[in-house]
């Protein structure tokens, strides 16, 4: 048995054991945890150098800017400019003048300009290293001028985001350690926009006091401090408000101990507008196309070249003639003799029109570029917008193309009847014809007819696809689209979708906002030659197959088929080939679109003040016009039929293949495979009884039996057809009276009317004098229009016997049978009677 002093040494043992081991757990934890953190550690190191690597990865150099702002050649002193298609021609400076921009330097900025603008736009300048950590969660936010001056300059392409803000951040930082804060305060105050396209302080003082930056006053200073904040809160166009927040920037230069007091304000006593206001609809479209891959105001703010798709001289001829048919549509003098096409002009109708408009687009659509656009014109001016109409008829191209894809043709027979409160431009209505009667002449019944049978969602899938928005409210019927309710469109949009007929199915243009539209610009370029962007290459996009888009063409562009409702000459007529589309909507708007293949002309006319419907005859004179102008130099031209195209001749108006009964022979065109295999079926010849009017029988006199050609009226016509005047083909016969019975000429059997089948033996005489042979003939209905001859010729006299067996099997109905007697002297004897075939 251990003794005392063994057990306390083994306690002892145990217990050092027991520290041993806990020990060296410990140790081994605060090991682990130090290989952890510094794992933690160094993948926070590699996170951050990684993430800063990205966030720095193509990030514009700072040294840019000297470029941009030197004093002598800044690209930035350059204004925009914009050049016609030729890229030698300026159409359009951004700047209040196109002279080259005054460069400020520091030395020469006055105190108080520097001051206000530190108050206005960065209070704390003096007190950060030219960057805040405030505002990252707004990235269009720029708390500091050195920020400002990184974005505008320098990231401007880049998209609002988190990874931009700070980007933004360290520029800002890099540019004032690099450049100093003097030089961030003359580089932004020589390339701010003050609004009306005064870029730099230099331009907005000569804009706006008519004196140099140098001489500027503290209150002068203080007004343009605040203007530079929000451009369009200038002295031109907000005084109240400028004066207002100019007011705002005094007292928080006051706060901030610049000036001890608050001035008076002073009122512009500069040299005009500036440049805002005077761009016209071409300028604002291309500006606004340029603006969905750059930032507007850098495009604005200078050293850019803008080429253009405007053909200048194409665009002064429509500016004049649409200043001067804006001048007719009032009765208004204008000015002709600085317009060369108003010759093409033709003379209007008198209207009594309080406040019209007009607006007009010219375009190729081989490459969907704009040659010519004209804003919405009156006798003040021209917009420089293209406001969204009513399009009313000139939807329903895109509810036939929607027929044509399912079987239908140019030469379809469409019925223009009477249907609700619809009513056509002439407001008659003028019953059978072929759809590019109807398509021509914008009768609106057909259109709903073609439009109830391929339905309105997929006529609303065809015109969406070519790029026209027609959504509804829910409450509205999908066809309401096309007729009661069209969605209003622009010019634009229209042309666009109507150059797409032109161009056989093919969209052209480039991509704005995922659709192919026309474009206004070729190039843009720095003033020393950098390509930002080159857009002389269309995009092409096909929308519709070339045959489809071939027969639209077709029947567009036949003149004789708009004779019915435009007359023959007309306006339309412009002495080559040309496919034409007026828009009656029934209301004040009315439109004009045609095109050739090589260019296309859109024309829009409202009224303001009144409520009557507009005629599309006037916009049409303008079209009409525009297109002898911007075809001047060109050669006459059409479309080639692409294969997959069949023209035949057709009845006209079915559309079916010509019987002797038609009236009327035409060519037409047909998509492969949908070309007509049946005789007509709307013109019927009937025998009738001149008298009575009603169809002859066989026991007509022939003396009183003529032919007549009738129309074959459906149910739902027979109102139209009674008011128009037209006959409908006789549905009773005329009283049956046999004649008296000839001793030597006669069938006595079968009876008349009586029912026979199966072999049915003929009985009757065939006799008398000078006999030479007779026949048995058998015809189906009351007055047959062919007869089968009964075996042959019987040359024995037969008296009161059998003259021949008729085999009946498989017939119904009511049949004629006929005995012909013929004599020596050519002399004929005939005998009839009706019988009623069946089992």
């Excluded at 540019?175 to 003359?186: A, D, L």
Aim: aromatic share 8%; net charge negative; glycine share 6%.
């Amino acid at each position: 048995m251990p003794n005392m002093s063994e057990i306390v040494h083994r306690r002892r043992e145990r217990r050092a054991e027991r520290r041993r081991i806990n020990e060296s757990r410990v140790r081994a934890a605060l090991l682990g945890f130090g290989y952890l953190f510094s794992i933690a550690l160094a993948i926070a190191i590699f996170a951050s150098v990684f993430a800063y690597a990205d966030l720095t990865r193509d990030l514009p150099s700072i040294e840019q800017l000297p470029i941009l702002l030197d004093p002598q050649n800044g690209l930035l002193l350059q204004p925009t400019r914009v050049y016609d298609r030729t890229g030698e021609q300026v159409i359009f400076t951004f700047a209040p003048s196109d002279a080259k921009r005054v460069y400020v330097p520091f030395v020469s900025i006055p105190q108080p300009l520097v001051d206000a603008t530190i108050a206005a736009s960065d209070p704390r300048f003096d007190s950060h290293p030219g960057y805040l950590l405030s505002g990252l969660d707004n990235p269009d936010s720029h708390p500091t001028l050195a920020q400002k001056l990184a974005y505008d300059l320098l990231l401007f392409v880049e998209p609002p985001s988190l990874r931009r803000a700070l980007r933004e951040r360290i520029l800002a930082a890099q540019i004032t350690s690099r450049f100093g804060k003097n030089q961030v305060i003359e580089w932004t105050l020589n390339s701010t926009n003050y609004g009306h396209y005064a870029f730099g302080i230099q331009s907005a003082s000569e804009l706006y006091f008519d004196k140099s930056a140098t001489e500027l006053t503290l209150a002068e200073s203080a007004l343009l401090a605040s203007v530079a904040e929000t451009p369009s809160l200038n002295p031109l166009d907000a005084p109240e408000a400028a004066s207002q927040r100019a007011k705002e920037t005094l007292l928080i230069m006051q706060a901030l101990g610049m000036i001890e007091e608050i001035p008076s304000l002073p009122s512009p006593t500069g040299r005009g507008d500036g440049g805002e206001g005077r761009e016209g609809a071409f300028i604002n479209l291309a500006l606004s196309q340029l603006a969905t891959r750059y930032d507007r105001q850098r495009i604005e703010r200078g050293g850019l070249k803008i080429i253009s798709t405007l053909d200048t001289d194409l665009q002064t001829s429509a500016a004049c003639l649409t200043k001067i048919f804006a001048a007719r549509l009032v009765n208004a003098p204008a000015d002709e003799s600085n317009c060369d096409a108003a010759r093409y002009l033709s003379a209007l109708p008198q209207t009594n029109l309080a406040a019209p408009s007009a607006s007009a687009l010219i375009l190729d659509p081989r490459d969907g570029q704009i040659l010519a656009l004209i804003g919405e014109t009156d006798a003040q001016g021209e917009s420089a917008f293209l406001t969204a109409h009513n399009p009313g008829a000139l939807l329903t191209p895109f509810v036939y193309l929607t027929g044509f894809a399912r079987g239908l043709a140019p030469a379809s027979l469409v019925w223009d009847i009477p249907r609700g409160d619809l009513q056509n431009p002439d407001l008659a209505f003028h019953g059978p014809m072929r759809l590019r009667v109807a398509l021509a002449n914008d009768y609106l019944a057909p259109a709903l007819d073609v439009l109830d049978q391929m339905g309105a969602d997929n006529a609303t899938r065809t015109a969406r696809s070519f790029g026209l928005d027609i959504s509804l409210p829910s409450d509205l019927e999908p066809g309401a689209a096309f007729v009661s309710a069209s969605p209003p469109q622009t010019l634009l949009d229209l042309s666009a979708a109507y150059a797409t007929f032109s161009s056989l199915g093919l969209r052209n243009g480039q991509s704005f906002a995922d659709t192919i539209q026309p474009s206004s610009v070729l190039r843009l370029e720095t003033v020393d030659g950098a390509i930002w962007l080159d857009w002389s290459q269309p995009e092409s996009q096909s929308v519709v197959s070339p045959q489809l888009a071939y027969l639209m063409n077709h029947a567009l562009s036949d003149a004789s088929a708009r004779w019915p409702g435009w007359g023959n000459p007309n306006v339309t007529e412009i002495g080559r080939p040309a496919a034409f589309k007026s828009g009656w909507t029934g209301s004040s708007d009315a439109w004009a679109i045609g095109y050739t293949p090589a260019r296309l002309v859109a024309v829009w006319n409202g009224d303001s003040g009144t409520e009557f419907a507009l005629s599309p005859r006037l916009p049409a004179s303008l079209w009409a016009a525009l297109m002898q102008a911007a075809h001047e130099s060109l050669p006459a031209d059409s479309w080639t039929p692409p294969a997959g195209i069949i023209e035949m001749d057709v009845c006209d108006p079915s559309g079916l293949l010509p019987t002797s009964d038609c009236p009327e022979v035409v060519r037409e065109v047909f998509a492969s495979g949908f070309e007509p295999t049946q005789g007509d079926t709307l013109f019927r010849s009937a025998i009738v009884n001149r008298e009575t009017g009603l169809l002859a029988t066989v026991f007509t006199p022939p003396a009183l039996t003529e032919e007549r050609v009738f129309m074959a009226v459906p149910e739902e016509a027979r109102a139209w057809a009674d008011a128009s005047g037209i006959p409908v083909a006789p549905e009773a016969y005329d009283a049956i009276q046999p004649p008296a019975q000839n001793p030597n000429v006669n069938i006595g059997a079968p009876a008349l009317f009586a029912d026979v089948n199966g072999r049915v033996e003929i009985v009757g005489t065939a006799t008398g004098d000078g006999f030479q042979y007779y026949k048995i003939l058998v015809g189906k209905g009351l007055n047959p229009r062919e007869w089968r001859q009964v075996g042959e010729n019987f040359s024995t006299p037969i008296i009161n016997g059998e003259l021949a067996e008729w085999d009946a099997a498989g017939l119904d109905g009511l049949y004629a049978i006929q005995l012909v007697v013929v004599y020596a002297d050519q002399r004929v004897e005939t005998a009839v009677v009706l019988v009623a075939v069946g089992d």
